[in-house]
């Protein structure tokens, strides 16, 4: 790990000013945003946010990117009503921090979202996309859940599932080339047992000189040498759920 005092290199980034285009429901035990198209669709997508929680800016952004995309969006609290990490925490007390946020104990909240999506909002076709803390719980659902169709992970923190790799559904895995967090390594590991267990579609994709976070934690007109291949992951990101919803 490249930081020790800094266990997950999340930090809030470009952390965009933006007050969202939908609006926070109760659905059962939890609360959630959801942001729906202009026309009537039965296809929707399940936001997992980060470290820093459902109401995050940024995370609600790429929820209203997706609604603009034809998607019933929605992002749920899946550490349900329990504090958000904040940047002026103490780096060292985020192990024990993130040991109650479990992202491999989501089911209970992604099982009352895809009731909600089915009676509420007419869903019938159900993706999953999730960012660090969030891409690690799509890797646990679409390992578990037979509910969902696609989901795609975005630098999902591998180690916390080395050992699973029978996907049920097809799975799109987005990487940053220079995330410190998870070490190209695992990427190409994870690509071998892939290749080894897995029998629906995936894909494993790297993007040049990106860090952790960069899909949806950067503004997009920061850095210029970034903006390309921040478009690109959203971009793909979107196409992956065209094809398989």
């Known amino acids: 790990m490249a930081n020790e005092s800094r266990p997950c290199p999340c ?36 936001v997992i946010h980060d470290i820093f929680g459902w109401q995050l ?7 209203d990117m997706l609604a603009t995309n034809g998607y019933i969006a929605i992002c749920p609290d899946c550490f349900v009503g329990q ?11 985020f192990d024990d921090w993130v040991k109650t946020r479990d992202a491999g104990k989501t089911d209970k909240e992604i099982d009352v979202v895809i009731k909600y999506l ?15 803390w969030g891409g690690a719980a799509v890797q646990h659902l679409m390992l578990k859940n037979p509910h969902l169709k696609t989901g795609v992970s975005l630098y999902g923190v ?5 050992d699973k790799h029978s996907l049920l559904h097809p799975t799109f895995f987005i990487f940053g080339e220079k995330d410190d967090i998870i070490p190209l390594e695992q990427v190409t590991l994870l690509e071998q047992k892939l290749k080894q267990n897995c029998k629906v579609d995936y894909e494993v994709k790297i993007y040049p000189g990106q860090t952790h976070g960069f899909v949806h934690r950067k503004r997009e007109d920061i850095n210029p040498q970034d903006k390309p291949y921040i ?3 959203r971009k793909d990101m979107i196409n992956w759920l065209n094809k398989y919803l």
């Open 11 to 46: 930090d809030i980034g470009d952390r965009f000013d933006y007050g969202g285009r939908g609006q926070e429901v109760q659905v059962e035990h939890i609360k959630a945003y959801v942001c729906k198209p202009s026309a009537s669709t039965d296809r929707a997508v399940i």
């Open 83 to 93: 504090e958000a990490w904040k940047p002026s925490n103490d780096w060292a007390s």
């Open 158 to 162: 591998i180690r916390r599932f080395e």
């Open 118 to 132: 089915r009676d509420q909002c007419g869903a019938k076709k159900i993706g999953v996309i999730g960012f660090c």
């Open 231 to 233: 478009e690109e992951g």
């Open 57 to 63: 800016p940024n995370t609600r952004y790429i929820a």
